[in-house]
């Protein structure tokens, strides 16, 4: 039989919505300290607990076709994004992502 195909796969971002996926599991606490650090500049995407950010990041990828390299930014570069257009909802979901991604070093900036 088979293997069966999650129902993302045939979206253009299905491989970054699987590695958020892979990082959650692997590295819960991460998630939680990217929600941490991103509460400012990310207050509704840093909503619940850090599953709740990777969902955030997973909704973003599968709305937003063209948002796919903000998950590799250096956060710092979506802080200054979202200064100057405070509705990239995108940049906003994905900022805890590029925080997780980035490493622990960009954890502690606050927006």
């Known amino acids: 039989m088979p293997e069966k195909k999650p129902e993302w796969s045939t979206l253009p971002n299905a491989v970054h919505i699987d590695r958020v996926l892979a990082s959650v599991r692997s590295t819960p606490s991460s998630w939680g300290a990217a929600r941490d650090a991103a509460r400012g500049a990310a207050r509704d995407a840093a909503r619940g607990a ?11 990828l599968v709305a937003w076709d063209d948002c796919a390299w903000m998950i590799d930014a250096e956060p710092q570069m979506l802080r200054d994004l979202l200064t100057h257009n405070p509705s990239n909802h995108a940049a906003r979901l994905l900022l805890p992502a590029a925080i997780v991604f980035k490493g622990a070093s960009n954890a502690g900036k606050e927006a």
Do not use: E, V
Not at 50 to 60: F, H, K, L, Q, S
């Open 50 to 60: 850090a599953r709740g950010a990777a969902w955030d990041a997973i909704a973003a």
